[in-house]
């Protein structure tokens, strides 16, 4: 069953410490996504703070906050790019 639903998600590899695929292809009836991640700080891990972009979907950084996860819905099918940006 899980084949038959996922069974058109298509990547290259998984990056070598974390199990999180390169060149992820997903088909559009996948159209939203979220997106959960950490940075290592150690002396001051409470104060970490994330900026987040969806290249393609947005056009600006997203506010400076402490959430570690962020949500895209509704996307449309082309080519995009997650970046995310730590500090304290």
Do not use: M
């Not at 559009?28 to 979907?57: M, W």
Request: proline residues 6%; hydrophobic residues 30%; without cysteine.
């Amino acid at each position: 069953e899980l084949l038959k639903k996922f069974g058109s998600i298509q990547y290259d590899s998984l990056t070598s410490y974390y199990p999180v695929p390169q060149n992820l292809v997903l088909p559009h009836q996948f159209n939203d996504i979220t997106f959960t991640f950490s940075a290592i700080e150690t002396t001051r891990p409470d104060f970490l703070n994330f900026q987040y972009i969806l290249e393609g979907y947005s056009n600006s950084w997203s506010p400076v906050s402490n959430e570690r996860s962020a949500s895209f819905g509704n996307i449309r099918e082309g080519t995009y790019t997650f970046k995310i940006r730590a500090r304290t």
